[in-house]
Protein backbone atom coordinates (compact mmCIF):
# COMPACT_ATOMS: atom_id res chain seq x y z
CA UNK A 1 0.00 0.00 0.00
CA UNK A 2 1.12 3.36 -1.22
CA UNK A 3 1.90 5.41 2.15
CA UNK A 4 0.42 8.89 1.95
CA UNK A 5 2.97 12.01 1.99
CA UNK A 6 3.43 13.79 5.01
CA UNK A 7 1.06 16.20 3.43
CA UNK A 8 -1.69 14.64 2.98
CA UNK A 9 -1.77 12.81 6.01
CA UNK A 10 -4.13 14.87 7.89
CA UNK A 11 -6.26 14.31 4.71
CA UNK A 12 -6.29 10.98 4.81
CA UNK A 13 -7.06 10.84 8.90
CA UNK A 14 -10.14 12.83 8.76
CA UNK A 15 -11.46 11.15 5.46
CA UNK A 16 -12.12 8.24 8.40
CA UNK A 17 -13.80 10.63 10.32
CA UNK A 18 -17.46 9.64 9.09
CA UNK A 19 -16.40 6.20 9.51
CA UNK A 20 -15.65 6.37 12.39
CA UNK A 21 -18.30 8.57 13.55
CA UNK A 22 -16.32 11.00 15.57
CA UNK A 23 -15.43 14.83 14.71
CA UNK A 24 -11.85 15.12 16.23
CA UNK A 25 -9.34 12.66 17.08
CA UNK A 26 -6.62 12.45 20.01
CA UNK A 27 -3.38 12.03 18.95
CA UNK A 28 -0.62 11.42 21.50
CA UNK A 29 2.94 10.57 21.90
CA UNK A 30 2.49 7.77 24.31
CA UNK A 31 2.40 4.00 24.15
CA UNK A 32 -0.06 1.30 25.71
CA UNK A 33 2.73 1.62 29.00
CA UNK A 34 2.03 5.79 29.05
CA UNK A 35 5.90 5.57 28.75
CA UNK A 36 7.49 9.21 28.08
CA UNK A 37 10.23 6.80 25.86
CA UNK A 38 8.56 4.95 22.84
CA UNK A 39 9.21 2.38 20.44
CA UNK A 40 9.41 3.25 16.96
CA UNK A 41 5.90 1.15 16.35
CA UNK A 42 4.25 3.99 18.93
CA UNK A 43 5.79 7.15 17.28
CA UNK A 44 2.79 8.41 15.56
CA UNK A 45 2.45 11.84 16.71
CA UNK A 46 6.05 12.07 14.85
CA UNK A 47 4.41 10.07 11.88
CA UNK A 48 1.63 12.57 11.80
CA UNK A 49 3.19 15.98 12.36
CA UNK A 50 6.74 15.29 12.07
CA UNK A 51 7.32 16.48 15.59
CA UNK A 52 10.39 14.10 16.95
CA UNK A 53 10.29 15.80 21.18
CA UNK A 54 9.25 13.13 23.94
CA UNK A 55 5.94 15.00 24.94
CA UNK A 56 3.28 16.43 22.76
CA UNK A 57 -0.79 15.62 21.79
CA UNK A 58 -2.10 16.38 18.47
CA UNK A 59 -5.60 17.24 18.05
CA UNK A 60 -7.17 17.33 14.68
CA UNK A 61 -10.58 18.36 13.51
CA UNK A 62 -12.31 19.02 10.76
CA UNK A 63 -10.95 21.57 9.71
CA UNK A 64 -7.91 22.45 12.56
CA UNK A 65 -5.59 20.81 13.90
CA UNK A 66 -3.53 21.78 17.07
CA UNK A 67 -0.12 20.85 18.22
CA UNK A 68 0.71 20.80 22.02
CA UNK A 69 4.12 20.93 23.52
CA UNK A 70 5.80 22.30 26.62
CA UNK A 71 7.96 24.77 26.86
CA UNK A 72 11.06 22.58 25.93
CA UNK A 73 9.91 22.31 22.98
CA UNK A 74 8.65 25.73 22.12
CA UNK A 75 11.32 26.00 19.13
CA UNK A 76 11.78 23.02 18.14
CA UNK A 77 8.43 22.71 17.73
CA UNK A 78 7.96 25.06 15.08
CA UNK A 79 11.27 24.09 13.32
CA UNK A 80 10.06 20.93 12.70
CA UNK A 81 6.17 20.99 11.83
CA UNK A 82 4.73 22.38 9.09
CA UNK A 83 2.60 25.61 10.71
CA UNK A 84 0.66 25.99 7.61
CA UNK A 85 -1.17 22.73 9.11
CA UNK A 86 -0.69 22.81 12.54
CA UNK A 87 -1.17 25.83 15.26
CA UNK A 88 1.11 25.55 17.89
CA UNK A 89 -0.58 25.71 21.41
CA UNK A 90 1.32 25.37 24.91
CA UNK A 91 0.64 21.93 26.99
CA UNK A 92 0.47 23.74 30.22
CA UNK A 93 -1.04 27.19 29.77
CA UNK A 94 -2.77 26.54 26.42
CA UNK A 95 -4.14 22.87 27.70
CA UNK A 96 -6.48 20.32 25.41
CA UNK A 97 -9.37 21.20 27.39
CA UNK A 98 -9.04 25.17 27.13
CA UNK A 99 -9.08 24.80 23.43
CA UNK A 100 -11.95 21.64 23.02
CA UNK A 101 -13.90 24.22 25.39
CA UNK A 102 -13.20 27.15 23.16
CA UNK A 103 -13.12 25.85 19.85
CA UNK A 104 -15.08 22.14 19.71
CA UNK A 105 -17.50 22.42 22.99
CA UNK A 106 -19.85 19.48 21.44
CA UNK A 107 -17.92 17.46 19.12
CA UNK A 108 -17.34 13.66 19.33
CA UNK A 109 -13.31 13.60 19.85
CA UNK A 110 -12.30 10.19 19.57
CA UNK A 111 -9.17 8.60 21.32
CA UNK A 112 -7.43 5.14 21.72
CA UNK A 113 -8.35 4.20 25.41
CA UNK A 114 -4.93 2.08 25.52
CA UNK A 115 -3.29 5.56 24.92
CA UNK A 116 -4.71 7.83 27.55
CA UNK A 117 -4.65 7.56 31.50
CA UNK A 118 -7.97 7.97 33.12
CA UNK A 119 -6.97 11.00 34.92
CA UNK A 120 -6.18 12.82 31.75
CA UNK A 121 -9.20 11.66 30.20
CA UNK A 122 -10.97 13.25 33.06
CA UNK A 123 -9.33 16.52 32.30
CA UNK A 124 -10.12 16.88 29.12
CA UNK A 125 -14.17 15.99 29.56
CA UNK A 126 -14.58 18.58 31.77
CA UNK A 127 -14.56 21.04 27.89
CA UNK A 128 -17.88 19.41 27.40
CA UNK A 129 -16.91 17.49 24.45
CA UNK A 130 -18.02 13.25 24.08
CA UNK A 131 -15.27 11.36 24.12
CA UNK A 132 -15.44 8.53 22.10
CA UNK A 133 -13.29 5.05 22.93
CA UNK A 134 -12.13 3.63 19.32
CA UNK A 135 -11.82 0.25 18.95
CA UNK A 136 -8.49 0.50 16.83
CA UNK A 137 -6.04 2.99 16.35
CA UNK A 138 -7.24 5.37 13.62
CA UNK A 139 -3.50 6.71 12.49
CA UNK A 140 -2.32 3.12 12.75
CA UNK A 141 -4.64 2.36 9.40
CA UNK A 142 -3.35 4.50 7.23
CA UNK A 143 0.20 4.43 8.39
CA UNK A 144 1.22 1.28 5.98
CA UNK A 145 5.13 1.00 6.48
CA UNK A 146 4.42 1.23 10.85
CA UNK A 147 7.27 -0.54 12.33
CA UNK A 148 7.10 -4.13 14.14
CA UNK A 149 6.87 -3.69 18.08
CA UNK A 150 10.17 -4.76 19.58
CA UNK A 151 10.40 -8.66 20.17
CA UNK A 152 13.84 -8.52 22.29
CA UNK A 153 14.51 -11.16 25.25
CA UNK A 154 13.64 -9.71 29.07
CA UNK A 155 16.56 -10.60 31.48
CA UNK A 156 17.51 -10.52 35.04
CA UNK A 157 18.89 -7.74 36.89
CA UNK A 158 21.31 -9.29 39.01
CA UNK A 159 20.87 -8.68 42.92
CA UNK A 160 24.02 -7.26 43.42
CA UNK A 161 22.66 -4.19 41.07
CA UNK A 162 19.04 -4.60 42.08
CA UNK A 163 20.18 -4.83 46.31
CA UNK A 164 16.89 -5.94 47.11
CA UNK A 165 15.25 -9.67 46.33
CA UNK A 166 12.00 -9.64 43.46
CA UNK A 167 10.28 -11.88 46.36
CA UNK A 168 11.07 -9.27 49.05
CA UNK A 169 9.67 -6.74 47.07
CA UNK A 170 6.81 -8.74 46.03
CA UNK A 171 5.71 -9.34 49.79
CA UNK A 172 6.31 -5.61 50.33
CA UNK A 173 4.10 -4.78 47.67
CA UNK A 174 1.35 -6.84 48.34
CA UNK A 175 1.23 -6.02 51.60
CA UNK A 176 0.34 -2.88 50.75
CA UNK A 177 -3.10 -3.93 48.95
CA UNK A 178 -3.84 -6.00 51.68
CA UNK A 179 -4.01 -2.95 54.05
CA UNK A 180 -6.25 -1.36 51.22
CA UNK A 181 -8.30 -4.25 51.60
CA UNK A 182 -7.49 -4.75 47.66
CA UNK A 183 -7.22 -8.12 46.12
CA UNK A 184 -4.82 -7.13 43.28
CA UNK A 185 -3.38 -4.16 41.56
CA UNK A 186 -2.82 -3.88 38.05
CA UNK A 187 0.76 -2.41 37.31
CA UNK A 188 0.59 -1.15 33.98
CA UNK A 189 3.84 1.28 34.02
CA UNK A 190 6.85 -1.07 32.67
CA UNK A 191 9.29 0.87 34.96
CA UNK A 192 7.46 -0.75 38.15
CA UNK A 193 7.22 -4.10 36.23
CA UNK A 194 10.91 -4.03 35.71
CA UNK A 195 11.58 -2.83 39.45
CA UNK A 196 9.29 -5.72 40.96
CA UNK A 197 10.63 -8.05 39.50
CA UNK A 198 14.45 -7.78 39.02
CA UNK A 199 14.11 -8.17 35.13
CA UNK A 200 15.71 -5.42 32.29
CA UNK A 201 15.41 -5.58 28.53
CA UNK A 202 16.28 -3.73 25.54
CA UNK A 203 12.36 -3.07 23.85
CA UNK A 204 13.98 1.15 23.72
CA UNK A 205 17.17 2.71 22.78
CA UNK A 206 18.37 4.73 25.77
CA UNK A 207 15.97 3.13 28.87
CA UNK A 208 16.65 -0.45 29.47
CA UNK A 209 13.08 -1.84 29.76
CA UNK A 210 11.06 -5.05 28.64
CA UNK A 211 7.84 -3.55 27.88
CA UNK A 212 5.65 -5.44 29.89
CA UNK A 213 2.16 -5.29 32.44
CA UNK A 214 1.71 -7.21 35.37
CA UNK A 215 -1.41 -7.95 37.87
CA UNK A 216 0.14 -8.35 41.03
CA UNK A 217 -2.02 -10.61 43.93
CA UNK A 218 -2.79 -9.79 47.69
CA UNK A 219 -0.60 -12.74 48.23
CA UNK A 220 2.25 -11.46 46.09
CA UNK A 221 2.02 -14.13 43.64
CA UNK A 222 2.46 -12.01 39.72
CA UNK A 223 0.91 -12.56 36.44
CA UNK A 224 3.30 -11.30 33.86
CA UNK A 225 2.54 -10.36 30.04
CA UNK A 226 4.78 -10.89 28.27
CA UNK A 227 4.79 -13.00 24.48
CA UNK A 228 6.65 -15.91 26.48
CA UNK A 229 9.31 -16.26 22.93
CA UNK A 230 10.85 -12.99 24.59
CA UNK A 231 11.22 -15.54 28.66
CA UNK A 232 14.82 -18.11 27.95
CA UNK A 233 15.36 -20.42 30.75
CA UNK A 234 17.49 -18.17 32.48
CA UNK A 235 14.52 -15.30 32.40
CA UNK A 236 11.91 -18.01 33.94
CA UNK A 237 14.37 -19.69 36.98
CA UNK A 238 15.02 -16.15 37.53
CA UNK A 239 11.48 -15.10 37.71
CA UNK A 240 10.04 -18.57 39.87
CA UNK A 241 7.13 -20.23 40.49
CA UNK A 242 5.33 -17.56 42.18
CA UNK A 243 5.74 -15.38 38.34
CA UNK A 244 2.82 -16.74 35.97
CA UNK A 245 4.38 -15.83 32.38
CA UNK A 246 1.58 -14.60 29.77
CA UNK A 247 0.96 -13.91 26.53
CA UNK A 248 -0.25 -9.97 26.48
CA UNK A 249 -2.91 -11.71 24.05
CA UNK A 250 -4.50 -13.56 27.42
CA UNK A 251 -5.48 -10.11 29.46
CA UNK A 252 -8.72 -9.56 28.75
CA UNK A 253 -9.27 -13.12 30.08
CA UNK A 254 -7.36 -12.85 32.77
CA UNK A 255 -8.84 -9.76 33.76
CA UNK A 256 -11.57 -11.11 33.65
CA UNK A 257 -10.65 -13.57 35.83
CA UNK A 258 -10.60 -10.25 39.15
CA UNK A 259 -14.66 -10.09 39.02
CA UNK A 260 -15.65 -9.47 42.04
CA UNK A 261 -12.47 -8.15 43.42
CA UNK A 262 -10.93 -4.69 44.21
CA UNK A 263 -8.14 -3.61 41.90
CA UNK A 264 -6.31 -0.61 42.31
CA UNK A 265 -5.25 0.79 39.09
CA UNK A 266 -3.16 4.02 39.28
CA UNK A 267 -5.19 6.69 37.48
CA UNK A 268 -2.03 8.77 35.90
CA UNK A 269 0.23 5.47 34.91
CA UNK A 270 -3.13 3.27 33.44
CA UNK A 271 -4.53 3.19 30.33
CA UNK A 272 -8.58 3.67 30.47
CA UNK A 273 -8.70 0.49 28.65
CA UNK A 274 -8.24 -1.35 31.96
CA UNK A 275 -10.57 0.28 33.65
CA UNK A 276 -13.22 -0.21 31.24
CA UNK A 277 -12.07 -3.59 31.10
CA UNK A 278 -12.34 -4.46 34.46
CA UNK A 279 -16.00 -3.10 35.01
CA UNK A 280 -17.09 -5.02 32.07
CA UNK A 281 -15.61 -7.98 33.67
CA UNK A 282 -17.64 -6.80 37.46
CA UNK A 283 -14.59 -5.83 39.00
CA UNK A 284 -14.04 -3.12 40.82
CA UNK A 285 -11.18 -0.42 40.51
CA UNK A 286 -9.76 1.56 42.93
CA UNK A 287 -7.90 4.64 42.61
CA UNK A 288 -4.53 4.58 44.30
CA UNK A 289 -0.60 4.65 43.47
CA UNK A 290 1.09 2.07 41.90
CA UNK A 291 2.45 0.41 44.76
CA UNK A 292 5.88 0.15 43.34
CA UNK A 293 5.98 3.56 42.14
CA UNK A 294 7.11 5.64 45.62
CA UNK A 295 9.26 2.31 46.83
CA UNK A 296 11.25 2.49 43.63
CA UNK A 297 12.09 5.65 44.13
CA UNK A 298 13.33 5.57 47.62
CA UNK A 299 16.70 3.78 46.17
CA UNK A 300 18.28 1.60 48.85
CA UNK A 301 22.10 0.95 50.10
CA UNK A 302 23.22 -1.15 47.08
CA UNK A 303 21.46 1.56 44.48
CA UNK A 304 22.73 3.93 45.53
CA UNK A 305 26.40 2.55 46.19
CA UNK A 306 25.83 1.71 42.40
CA UNK A 307 24.87 5.59 41.77
CA UNK A 308 27.92 6.66 42.89
CA UNK A 309 30.21 4.30 41.06
CA UNK A 310 28.50 4.89 38.23
CA UNK A 311 29.04 8.45 38.30
CA UNK A 312 32.45 8.05 39.40
CA UNK A 313 33.20 5.84 35.69
CA UNK A 314 30.95 8.62 34.43
CA UNK A 315 33.36 11.52 36.06
CA UNK A 316 36.34 10.15 34.07
CA UNK A 317 34.76 10.00 30.98
CA UNK A 318 33.44 13.46 31.24
CA UNK A 319 37.00 14.88 32.56
CA UNK A 320 38.44 13.39 29.57
CA UNK A 321 35.99 14.67 27.74
CA UNK A 322 36.11 18.46 28.77
CA UNK A 323 39.93 18.65 28.59
CA UNK A 324 39.72 17.18 24.86
CA UNK A 325 36.97 19.82 24.43
CA UNK A 326 39.11 22.72 25.70
CA UNK A 327 41.96 22.01 23.15
CA UNK A 328 39.89 21.02 19.92
CA UNK A 329 37.51 23.55 20.35
CA UNK A 330 39.94 26.63 19.45
CA UNK A 331 41.53 24.64 16.90
CA UNK A 332 38.13 24.09 14.84
CA UNK A 333 37.32 21.09 13.31
CA UNK A 334 34.71 20.00 15.53
CA UNK A 335 30.51 19.60 15.08
CA UNK A 336 28.07 18.88 17.08
CA UNK A 337 27.91 15.35 16.55
CA UNK A 338 31.16 14.78 16.65
CA UNK A 339 31.78 16.30 19.96
CA UNK A 340 28.88 14.01 21.56
CA UNK A 341 30.21 10.92 19.49
CA UNK A 342 33.57 11.79 21.36
CA UNK A 343 31.86 11.49 24.91
CA UNK A 344 30.01 8.77 23.96
CA UNK A 345 33.39 6.69 22.99
CA UNK A 346 34.52 7.97 26.06
CA UNK A 347 31.84 6.89 28.12
CA UNK A 348 31.66 3.47 26.49
CA UNK A 349 34.94 2.34 28.02
CA UNK A 350 33.63 2.56 31.78
CA UNK A 351 33.10 -0.94 32.88
CA UNK A 352 29.41 -1.65 33.30
CA UNK A 353 27.82 0.92 30.45
CA UNK A 354 24.98 -0.69 28.05
CA UNK A 355 23.96 2.92 26.65
CA UNK A 356 23.30 6.86 26.44
CA UNK A 357 20.83 7.27 28.73
CA UNK A 358 18.73 9.16 26.38
CA UNK A 359 20.30 11.15 23.22
CA UNK A 360 23.07 13.86 23.84
CA UNK A 361 21.71 16.87 23.83
CA UNK A 362 24.72 19.11 21.81
CA UNK A 363 24.18 22.49 21.09
CA UNK A 364 26.51 24.82 19.83
CA UNK A 365 25.60 28.68 19.62
CA UNK A 366 21.72 29.16 18.80
CA UNK A 367 21.49 25.69 19.22
CA UNK A 368 21.60 25.34 22.72
CA UNK A 369 18.49 27.04 23.00
CA UNK A 370 16.38 24.85 21.80
CA UNK A 371 15.89 22.96 24.96
CA UNK A 372 15.75 19.52 23.73
CA UNK A 373 17.85 19.81 20.62
CA UNK A 374 19.00 16.73 18.55
CA UNK A 375 21.74 16.95 16.07
CA UNK A 376 21.12 15.32 12.60
CA UNK A 377 22.92 14.95 10.04
CA UNK A 378 20.53 17.94 8.45
CA UNK A 379 21.23 20.02 11.51
CA UNK A 380 24.72 19.32 12.81
CA UNK A 381 26.74 22.16 12.49
CA UNK A 382 30.69 23.35 13.31
CA UNK A 383 31.07 24.38 16.91
CA UNK A 384 32.82 27.33 16.04
CA UNK A 385 35.76 29.90 18.62
CA UNK A 386 34.12 31.96 21.08
CA UNK A 387 30.58 30.71 21.41
CA UNK A 388 28.68 28.89 23.86
CA UNK A 389 28.42 24.95 23.38
CA UNK A 390 25.86 23.57 26.16
CA UNK A 391 25.98 19.61 25.89
CA UNK A 392 23.50 17.63 28.36
CA UNK A 393 23.91 13.91 28.41
CA UNK A 394 24.02 10.75 30.36
CA UNK A 395 24.56 7.32 30.30
CA UNK A 396 23.07 3.44 31.12
CA UNK A 397 25.17 1.61 33.87
CA UNK A 398 24.21 -1.87 35.41
CA UNK A 399 24.43 -0.08 38.48
CA UNK A 400 23.30 3.17 37.86
CA UNK A 401 21.85 6.23 35.26
CA UNK A 402 23.79 9.78 35.10
CA UNK A 403 22.34 12.48 33.51
CA UNK A 404 24.42 15.74 33.74
CA UNK A 405 24.44 19.08 31.79
CA UNK A 406 27.61 21.61 31.14
CA UNK A 407 27.95 24.56 29.43
CA UNK A 408 31.17 25.55 28.17
CA UNK A 409 33.07 28.60 25.89
CA UNK A 410 34.61 27.63 23.21
CA UNK A 411 37.34 30.08 23.51
CA UNK A 412 39.80 31.71 22.81
CA UNK A 413 38.65 34.70 23.29
CA UNK A 414 37.12 36.05 26.31
CA UNK A 415 32.75 35.76 26.83
CA UNK A 416 30.87 39.05 27.27
CA UNK A 417 30.01 40.14 30.26
CA UNK A 418 26.23 39.96 29.77
CA UNK A 419 26.74 36.43 28.64
CA UNK A 420 29.25 35.50 32.42
CA UNK A 421 26.47 37.36 34.25
CA UNK A 422 23.46 35.37 33.16
CA UNK A 423 25.75 32.14 33.27
CA UNK A 424 26.84 32.61 37.32
CA UNK A 425 22.83 33.22 37.52
CA UNK A 426 22.07 30.27 36.64
CA UNK A 427 25.28 28.86 38.73
CA UNK A 428 23.93 30.63 41.32
CA UNK A 429 20.42 29.37 41.89
CA UNK A 430 21.89 25.66 41.27
CA UNK A 431 24.46 26.06 44.34
CA UNK A 432 21.56 27.32 46.38
CA UNK A 433 19.26 24.07 45.54
CA UNK A 434 22.16 21.95 46.38
CA UNK A 435 23.40 23.28 49.12
CA UNK A 436 19.33 24.03 50.55
CA UNK A 437 19.07 21.90 53.92
CA UNK A 438 14.65 21.33 54.22
CA UNK A 439 12.74 20.14 56.60
CA UNK A 440 10.47 16.56 56.19
CA UNK A 441 7.44 16.52 54.41
CA UNK A 442 9.32 19.55 51.64
CA UNK A 443 7.97 18.56 48.37
CA UNK A 444 9.62 19.98 44.69
CA UNK A 445 7.22 22.12 43.94
CA UNK A 446 8.08 23.62 47.29
CA UNK A 447 11.46 24.63 45.97
CA UNK A 448 11.56 25.54 42.50
CA UNK A 449 11.31 28.60 43.62
CA UNK A 450 14.79 28.80 45.01
CA UNK A 451 16.97 27.90 41.77
CA UNK A 452 15.19 30.85 39.85
CA UNK A 453 15.30 33.14 42.06
CA UNK A 454 18.95 34.58 41.18
CA UNK A 455 17.65 35.25 37.12
CA UNK A 456 13.95 36.89 38.80
CA UNK A 457 15.96 39.29 40.31
CA UNK A 458 16.55 40.38 37.41
CA UNK A 459 13.84 39.56 34.76
CA UNK A 460 14.71 36.27 33.45
CA UNK A 461 13.58 33.23 33.77
CA UNK A 462 13.45 29.78 32.47
CA UNK A 463 10.15 27.54 31.07
CA UNK A 464 10.94 23.76 32.19
CA UNK A 465 11.44 22.20 35.51
CA UNK A 466 14.36 22.63 37.70
CA UNK A 467 14.83 18.87 38.27
CA UNK A 468 13.20 15.14 37.79
CA UNK A 469 13.33 12.09 39.01
CA UNK A 470 15.91 9.70 37.78
CA UNK A 471 15.84 5.80 37.95
CA UNK A 472 18.64 2.80 38.72
CA UNK A 473 19.13 1.58 35.37
CA UNK A 474 15.80 2.58 34.64
CA UNK A 475 14.49 5.81 33.19
CA UNK A 476 16.47 8.79 32.99
CA UNK A 477 13.13 10.50 33.91
CA UNK A 478 11.55 8.65 37.20
CA UNK A 479 8.55 10.10 39.13
CA UNK A 480 6.65 10.51 41.34
CA UNK A 481 8.97 13.48 43.15
CA UNK A 482 10.19 16.32 40.81
CA UNK A 483 11.26 19.87 41.27
CA UNK A 484 8.75 22.07 38.98
CA UNK A 485 5.87 24.10 39.69
CA UNK A 486 3.74 21.37 37.69
CA UNK A 487 5.16 18.27 39.45
CA UNK A 488 3.26 16.17 42.39
CA UNK A 489 3.88 17.56 45.97
CA UNK A 490 5.21 14.50 46.42
CA UNK A 491 7.70 14.95 49.37
CA UNK A 492 11.32 14.27 48.91
CA UNK A 493 12.40 11.51 50.75
CA UNK A 494 15.96 9.62 51.49
CA UNK A 495 17.57 7.80 48.82
CA UNK A 496 15.40 9.62 46.01
CA UNK A 497 17.46 10.73 42.85
CA UNK A 498 16.68 14.17 41.39
CA UNK A 499 18.38 16.28 38.70
CA UNK A 500 19.20 20.05 39.60
CA UNK A 501 19.30 21.63 36.13
CA UNK A 502 17.85 25.48 35.87
CA UNK A 503 19.00 27.49 32.67
CA UNK A 504 18.19 30.41 30.52
CA UNK A 505 17.82 30.70 26.87
CA UNK A 506 18.50 33.10 24.32
CA UNK A 507 16.72 31.83 21.30
CA UNK A 508 18.92 32.57 18.13
CA UNK A 509 21.86 32.85 20.54
CA UNK A 510 22.90 30.20 22.96
CA UNK A 511 21.48 28.35 25.58
CA UNK A 512 23.09 27.86 29.27
CA UNK A 513 22.23 24.95 31.72
CA UNK A 514 23.98 23.23 34.63
CA UNK A 515 22.86 20.18 36.13
CA UNK A 516 24.03 18.02 38.36
CA UNK A 517 22.15 14.53 40.05
CA UNK A 518 21.29 14.73 43.72
CA UNK A 519 20.88 11.95 46.04
CA UNK A 520 18.30 12.99 49.36
CA UNK A 521 19.83 12.03 52.18
CA UNK A 522 19.01 12.85 55.87
CA UNK A 523 20.36 16.29 57.48
CA UNK A 524 22.85 16.03 60.46
CA UNK A 525 21.32 17.64 63.26
CA UNK A 526 21.83 21.33 64.14
CA UNK A 527 21.81 22.00 68.10
CA UNK A 528 18.31 23.05 68.95
CA UNK A 529 16.67 21.54 66.33
CA UNK A 530 12.99 20.33 66.71
CA UNK A 531 12.19 18.37 63.28
CA UNK A 532 13.99 16.46 60.89
CA UNK A 533 15.85 17.54 58.35
CA UNK A 534 16.98 16.22 54.79
CA UNK A 535 19.56 17.54 52.66
CA UNK A 536 21.33 16.63 49.16
CA UNK A 537 24.47 14.33 48.27
CA UNK A 538 25.76 15.80 44.74
CA UNK A 539 26.50 13.00 42.85
CA UNK A 540 27.66 14.10 39.27
CA UNK A 541 31.24 15.25 39.51
CA UNK A 542 32.43 17.66 36.92
CA UNK A 543 34.17 20.79 36.78
CA UNK A 544 32.33 24.21 35.89
CA UNK A 545 33.57 26.22 33.22
CA UNK A 546 35.32 28.64 35.42
CA UNK A 547 35.75 31.60 32.27
CA UNK A 548 32.01 31.64 32.85
CA UNK A 549 31.77 32.81 36.06
CA UNK A 550 31.25 36.04 36.75
CA UNK A 551 33.42 36.53 39.87
CA UNK A 552 32.21 39.93 41.74
CA UNK A 553 28.44 38.17 41.17
CA UNK A 554 29.18 35.24 44.04
CA UNK A 555 29.16 35.73 47.51
CA UNK A 556 32.09 34.76 49.87
CA UNK A 557 29.70 31.83 50.94
CA UNK A 558 29.14 30.67 46.77
CA UNK A 559 32.54 30.91 46.16
CA UNK A 560 33.60 28.80 48.86
CA UNK A 561 31.10 25.87 47.79
CA UNK A 562 32.21 26.34 44.55
CA UNK A 563 35.90 25.99 45.77
CA UNK A 564 35.03 22.77 47.78
CA UNK A 565 33.12 20.96 44.93
CA UNK A 566 35.83 21.49 43.05
CA UNK A 567 38.05 20.15 45.69
CA UNK A 568 35.55 16.79 45.92
CA UNK A 569 35.97 16.43 42.25
CA UNK A 570 39.72 16.46 41.73
CA UNK A 571 39.90 13.75 44.74
CA UNK A 572 37.59 11.60 43.30
CA UNK A 573 38.71 11.87 39.55
CA UNK A 574 42.06 12.69 39.61
CA UNK A 575 43.99 9.72 40.77
CA UNK A 576 41.29 7.69 37.91
CA UNK A 577 43.24 9.91 35.00
CA UNK A 578 45.93 9.90 33.16
CA UNK A 579 48.63 12.44 33.34
CA UNK A 580 47.37 14.93 30.79
CA UNK A 581 43.18 14.84 31.65
CA UNK A 582 44.81 14.92 35.29
CA UNK A 583 46.73 18.13 34.88
CA UNK A 584 43.84 19.76 32.87
CA UNK A 585 41.34 18.96 35.85
CA UNK A 586 43.72 20.27 38.69
CA UNK A 587 43.52 23.70 36.58
CA UNK A 588 40.01 23.52 36.00
CA UNK A 589 39.83 22.57 39.53
CA UNK A 590 41.33 25.08 41.14
CA UNK A 591 40.50 27.44 44.01
CA UNK A 592 39.09 30.82 42.62
CA UNK A 593 40.63 33.90 42.74
Known amino acids: MTQPAPHTRLAVLRARFDAIGVDGVLVPRADAFLGEYVPPSAERLAWLTGFSGSAGLALVLRDRAFLFIDGRYTTQARQEVDGSLWEFRHLIDQPPAAVLKAEAPSARIGYDPWLHAESALDRLAQAGVTLVPLSANPVDAIWTDRPAPPTAPAIPHPIAFAGMEA ?314 AGISRAAKPVPLAPGMVLSNEPGFYLPGAYGIRIENLLLVQPAAPLPGQVKPFLGFETLTLAPYDRRLVALPLLAPAERAQIDAYHAGVLAEVGPLLPAAERAWLEAACAPLM
Open 167 to 480: AAKRAEAAATLRAAGQGAAVLADAHSVAWLLNIRGSDLAHTPLALAVAILEEDGRVQLFLDPARADAALRAHLGNQVALHPPTSLPQRLAALAGRKVRLDPDLTPAWFGQALRDAGATPEVGEDPCRLPRARKNAVEQDGARAAHRRDAVALARFLAWFAQAAPAGGLTEMSAAARLLALRAEGAHFVAESFPAISGAGEHGAIIHYRATPATDRAIRADEVYLIDSGAQYRDGTTDVTRTLWTGPGDPPDELRERYTRVLQGHLALSALRFPEGIAGPHLDALARRPLWLVGLDYDHGTGHGVGSFLSVHEGP
